[in-house]
């Protein structure tokens, strides 16, 4: 997984860790073991290494025998050595334990993996989607009460591993359905058996909503009816007496959805959803309110102790950037400049500019950065970061402006373990990030205001675009200089349009690697207009 906000808390901490580099009475620090690529056969995605957490996740692909994973290849820091024999072949139906060691220290390590198996169970005429349990190897589809069960028609059965999976009976041989069952057996991986039950279910239900979810301007809708039947939605506004026929369909065998755009927000709209001349009841939903991010041009600056902060004096803070632990060393990341986007209205944009700033003659680098937060202070020699602000809207993209300068890295202080090809004379990156979720302060140790605190000096605090929390993101990189201003329009993609967050992150830096102090003094990303689109 990628831990995308370690990317700009370098800025934040940078004196501390230059003021470190002069004291005298630092223990000798503790030899730090990590993994730095991972290998193995049929894996599904590139394995994600937590070298914080000490741990090693696989997506194993349907069809490799979880049994018997051969690891090809493993890449630590050097001098290090594993307990593991690679190559070798491991069973990870549970976790495999190993051991790293270096000098006088080792650290125990674990490796987990999992797999999904895609199955399903359709038959001609069916109510919605099969439901399936593959602990218990049952699958069932529900008909119509008038449904002929001696002559059921099965459309598709897939119920192991693609390609490797034996039946005992062709499925299209199974048709009589009368006592509602029948049974099939599966082999795969030559020794695995599974017995099936394969359930036909009448049902007085022609359909019926599983899911209505209102949005600030639009309406996620979900059914189930016949399928091969006409599936469809109808909506209006509360108090109209005209129905409105819903566009975009998509069906999947007796299960369909929609979505419903361009709606007004904070409006009562009522639904219907069909399947051939069966309608069901009609159900309301109200929108919701709309968020606009605050000093969305950012054109409110202020001064402070000679800090330059992203919003009024004497206003509310909202936006945060690394120039509370950058001013320390006299230097300023980010601030306003008068190269506005074109045809804006107003008369200031961001200027994120990355830098190597000194103390004593000791310099670092440090990425220009721009987030929804605050600095949290330091711990040590280390600083803490609180990213997020309350905000319960479900925007679909973020709209905005943004100039990039792209310099070749100059400065390379750690090559990150995800990028170990990453060198001096590569290009810079730039980053823009936007997520909303739902993460709490008791969990991510912050505040209400600001939930998820990051620690420089604990990997494991690092923000997760694939976290548990995270509700919808969107990450746009700009890995070369853009042709002056460019306009942008970057989508959120939501695992579920039912749940609600609770606070939203945002984050703009222009070098992607300013937290191990690699990047380029030439990078700037100048950012204009942001909007938020629902």
Known sequence: MCNVMKYFVASVVMLVTMVGCIKNDIPRSV??????????????????????????????????????????????????????????????????????????????WTITAEQSVERYFEVDGQIGEAQIDALSHVATVLVPMDYDLKSVVITRLKLGPRDITEYSEEPATLTDFEDSARLITITYHNDIVENWTLRVIPTDVEVEFKGVDAWAKRIWLYAEG??????????????????????????NGGSFSACVANLEPLTEYEVVAFSGENYTEVVKATTEDIFTLPNAGLEEW???????????????????????????????????????????EGIYAASLQSKKAAIMGIGKFAAGNLFLGEFGGLVGMDGLVNFGR????????????VKYNCGTIDEVGKIPSARPDLKKGDN????????????????YGGSENCPV???TKDESTFFNKNGKNVIGVGEMLLSESTDGWIEFTLPLEYRSTSEIPTHMIMVFTGSHFGDYFTGSTFSQMLVDDLELIY
């Not at 309350?390 to 402006?401: D, M, N, T």
């Not at 810079?428 to 969990?443: F, K, R, S, Y």
């Open 428 to 443: 810079d990156e730039g980053q823009i990030l936007i997520a909303v979720g739902n993460w709490t302060a008791a969990e």
């Open 453 to 455: 605190v990051v620690n």
């Open 226 to 251: 016949r399928s091969g039947a006409d599936l469809g939605f109808n909506y209006r506004k509360a108090g109209d007496e005209e129905w409105i026929a819903v566009e975009d369909i998509t069906v």
């Open 390 to 401: 309350p905000c319960s809207a479900r925007p679909v993209a973020l709209h905005g402006w």
């Open 31 to 108: 030899e730090k073991i990590e993994v730095l690529s991972f290998e193995a056969e049929g894996l599904l995605s590139p394995a994600t290494i937590n070298n914080s957490e000490h741990t090693i996740s696989l997506s194993l692909d349907e069809i490799t025998d979880i049994r018997n994973v051969e690891i090809t290849n493993m890449t630590l820091t050097q001098g290090a050595t594993t307990t593991l024999t690679i190559p070798g072949c491991y069973d990870l139906r549970m976790p495999v334990d190993m051991t790293l060691s270096k000098s006088d220290y080792q650290w125990d």
């Open 302 to 344: 202020s001064t402070t102790d000679g800090v330059v902060y992203p919003y009024a004096a004497g206003g509310v803070p909202f936006w945060a950037t690394g120039n509370d632990g950058a001013a320390l060393a006299s230097t300023t990341l980010t601030e306003p400049v008068s190269d506005t986007r074109p045809g804006s």
